[in-house]
């Protein structure tokens, strides 16, 4: 059979030329995630990308976030999901202007649909934006959408081993967020130890933290990073810092 | 499966190259990979035959050579192939390491027939660069 084009038919020459082009094919999405980066960067709005499989955590960890931060600055989301508007609904609830991506059967976001989003969403005086990402531990990793970090959430009922079975994923982690802690004690085969070797086996230096979005106290490590990112990300664009969470006034004073 | 998305955007470039070289059909392409691309090289495969249907490259095999997840150690040096959740040096176990490959996803090559082509190699000039 023909080497080149299968037709059956051999000692046939065909004009062909072979032409080396190495060209990254994630180049497009990246430029159009750098446009968005550049529109976000102009409006001050630090941008955290959120990654999970489905049902970690990642919606209950915005709700207690805005509970925790919205008094002390605005907070805009981007939503994605298959289908539903449900969770910018339950953002929404919450106050906080939240635009839903449905994606249909599409897996993950691309830089191509958030910016798209950016055309329905009004960033003026928007501190932070989390995008929300589809679900997925595989696919979303592929694809710069135009964020700052990325914040990879482990919940504790999906198993240690889980950055050891999906590195891609962790490996683009800026944080990693081991959530529903307050189940620990009723699901003694995660091991935080264990999780945090296998994201060493990646040769991460990232920050592990522990929460627990249902309880307040459990969010300070996760409340402290952002407010460390915010205030490196606004010196970066020379904008003064939020004073985030300020701590509420002595009484008396 | 974001492995047609993928693909999609290796046959926009397929087509782009293709066109600028006035080739009438695209008969091989090969694209350069590794494990922590986060592209399975199976499905992108699977991926190809149904993306390319009615194209110039509608008949075109796809190639993939896949590169070594290989790391190089900050602290000692050794370069190594290793695991693409191993990611640590094998012999100090300890300190930072780079990734000297493992990540790409290139369009590497396009084969083409063209009409008056000598049968040969070239470098797509204008559009050729390196990721």
Known sequence: MCEDCGCGLTGHEHDTESVQVMRGLMEDNDRLAQHNREHFDAHGALVVNLMSSPGAGKTRLLEATVDAMADWLSIAVIEGDLETENDAARLRAKGVPAHQITTGSACHLDAAMVHEALHHMDLDGIDLVFIENVGNLVCPASFDLGQHLNAVLLSIAEGDDKPAKYPVMFRAADLVVLSKCDLLHAIPDFDPDRARHALADLGLAVPVIETAAGRATALEPWLAWLDHALDTHRARLGLHPVSVRNEPAAAGA | ?131
């Open chain 2, 1 to 131: 499966m974001h492995e047609l998305a993928v693909c999609q955007e290796l046959l926009r470039q397929v087509s782009e190259v293709a066109d600028r070289r006035g080739a009438t059909r695209v008969l091989r392409i090969t694209v350069r990979m590794g494990p922590l691309s986060g592209v399975e090289p199976g499905l992108l495969k699977r991926a190809f035959t149904i993306a390319r249907a009615g194209g110039i490259a509608d008949r075109a095999r796809l190639d993939i050579e896949t590169e070594p997840v290989r790391i190089r150690c900050g602290i000692c040096g050794e370069e190594s192939e290793t695991a693409p959740n191993r990611l640590r040096c094998p012999d100090c176990r300890s300190g930072p390491v780079s990734l000297v490959s493992g990540d790409a996803l290139v369009l590497a090559r396009v084969a083409m027939e063209r009409p008056g082509a000598a049968d040969g190699h070239a470098i797509d000039g204008e559009e050729a660069r390196y990721v």
